[in-house]
């Protein structure tokens, strides 16, 4: 039975992997048989050859592409929460009961059983009440771009895998340059999210520190010498891929020196300015300031201007990450990024603020020629006689080799919607969580940790007073898991100064006030039953 044919009602909860008629595979006398062996010279045969996507196949493609979306389409129409709220122990029978050296032999017979281990229990992003993490609803041209890509599966390392895919993404980075304010000497590349951008920069301010280290040594130094000396200073409050990226790059989560954030959740200057005296006056050398435009719990963007007023008196890179608050770079809020054009680096996430799917992400340079700390010629790829010849291969300056065309996603998005649009929409949930947030602030139930810059909200049920406080958490994560249990909504939690709160991430622009309303009271339905509950028992 194809999916569109389904009844409006889902078949019974989580059953086992049904799979549908199956084609045995070959016994091992058969597979050896000389009627079946193929030369090494044999073509395919012809049931084989019509799974590849070419010249002679392409009405095959546009049915069963489109049997598929339309599939898509079905179940996102008829989505009325969010997550059903299965369980991993619910659904993993059905998935590792596959199994996958049986093909079904048929696209229909397969969708159908994607619909049950994958479509019907999917979080979907787009549903007004997901209010958990960093993920966006996406723009109907950059899924349309997403076609494109797969199917022509360009490969942007070397011109000659990609042509004019290197050519918008190289347009794509100047465009982003421009907004940002870099300069004409800026340069970039696209990459797989903000963890990678972030590491890419930090490996260039590695290299910049280490050659301007041996540069001004009295006696020669070797960069293993040099490593160990690092310091990598950050806000308390920034994303776990920078001590991720310290041990990567071989320094050691001890490289990352954590710099106190005012009660905005913002890193203070005035500490920064104390860390870099110390880190100077112990012998150790900062290599790189990592300021955050859009902390993930928070949203709170540091002191840009002030912090590059330090990096520049101390000859220190710069690096932003704004994976988070790129969008303010389309928005009518774009002062919010002031002083980000001064930065040495910097990282976007497209596909948070700027509705793309996942992934795309950029990390840029305000002088392409630290660029070069990531390159590394391979004869058969791109020679060093390339460079010469001024052909433009992307992998000189990436960490992937084979990377996909994730830069036309953004260009279809542009083209058609233009950057205002984009702006229009980050506006809009940015709008809403401010709402969102006279909401709590007004609701003697609930306690706010801090009024929102960007689309996130950081808040606790408060119990009644006298509730122990190891109770007052516990029921905040009750009532989060009885929340997403239900499937009536999706929020996320984490942790601030030693108690569990509860975090909302807008970025659907479709969520309403009323949708935000209905979550906050089965949150507090749920964080009660929990407290009430206990004091009874």
Request: aromatic share 6%; net charge negative.
């Amino acid at each position: 039975m194809s999916f569109l044919a389904h009844p409006a009602e889902d078949p019974p909860p989580h059953p086992g992997a049904g799979t549908g008629p199956r084609k045995g595979r070959p016994s091992a006398t058969a597979a050896s048989s000389p009627s079946t062996t193929s030369s090494p010279s044999a073509p395919s045969t012809p049931s084989t050859v019509t799974h590849l996507l070419t010249n002679t196949s392409t009405d095959r493609y546009e049915r069963h592409v489109t049997d598929g979306v339309g599939r898509v389409a079905a179940r996102l129409a008829r989505t009325e929460r969010p997550f059903t709220g299965v369980t991993p122990a619910q659904l993993a029978p059905a998935v590792s009961g596959i199994d996958l050296d049986e093909p079904l032999g048929d696209t229909a017979a397969a969708l159908d059983e994607l619909e049950r281990v994958y479509l019907r229990d999917a979080v979907y992003f787009h549903h007004p009440r997901y209010l958990a993490h960093l993920n966006c609803p996406v723009v109907i041209p950059a899924v349309v771009a997403e076609a494109v890509l797969s199917a022509v599966n360009s490969s942007l390392d070397t011109w000659d895998q990609s042509a004019g895919g290197t050519l918008i993404e190289r347009r794509l980075i100047d465009w982003t340059a421009r907004r940002i304010g870099l300069g004409r000497a800026a340069d970039g590349v696209f990459t797989s999210g903000g963890t990678q951008s972030n590491l890419h920069a930090l490996l260039l301010a590695r290299d910049e520190a280490c050659r301007m280290e041996q540069k001004n040594a009295a006696t020669p130094l070797r960069k293993p010498e040099i490593l160990p000396r690092l310091r990598i200073l950050t806000s308390e409050c920034s994303h776990f891929s920078i001590a991720k990226s310290a041990t990567v790059l071989g320094l050691g989560e001890d490289a990352v020196v954590s710099v106190p954030c005012d009660e905005d959740r913002r890193m203070r200057t005035d500490a920064l300015a104390r860390e870099l005296t110390r880190c100077r006056t112990a012998g150790l050398v900062p290599m790189a300031v990592v300021a955050t435009a859009g902390t993930t719990d928070f949203g709170s963007i540091d002191p840009l201007p002030g912090i590059a007023d330090l990096c520049e008196r101390h000859g220190i890179w710069l690096h932003v990450d704004a994976a988070y608050g790129c969008g303010l770079l389309v928005s009518r809020r774009r002062h919010l990024l002031d002083g980000i054009e001064r930065a040495d680096s910097v990282t976007v996430d497209y596909h948070k603020s700027f509705f793309q799917p996942v992934s795309s992400s950029a990390v840029l340079v305000r002088d392409r020629t630290a660029m070069r700390h990531a390159t590394y010629h391979a004869d058969y790829l791109n020679p060093a006689r390339s460079a010469e010849d001024r052909i433009p291969n992307q992998v000189d300056k990436s960490l992937q080799t084979t990377r996909r065309f994730d830069a036309l996603k953004l260009w279809m998005t542009l083209r058609v919607m233009g950057a205002d649009a984009v702006g229009e929409l980050f506006d809009a949930v940015v709008d809403r969580t401010a709402a969102a947030w006279e909401l709590l602030d007004a609701d003697p139930r609930f306690e706010v940790v801090t009024r929102p810059r960007l689309s996130t909200l950081v808040f606790r049920w408060l119990p009644p007073d006298g509730t122990p406080a190891v109770l007052g958490d516990r029921a905040n994560l009750h009532a989060r898991e009885a929340l997403s249990a239900s499937g009536e909504g999706v929020v996320a939690a984490t942790v601030v100064d030693g108690r569990h709160y509860l975090k909302f991430t807008l970025l659907n622009p479709q969520t309403s006030l009323s949708d935000i309303t209905a979550v906050l009271e089965l949150l507090a339905e749920h964080a009660g039953q929990y407290v009430y509950g206990r004091h009874a028992g």
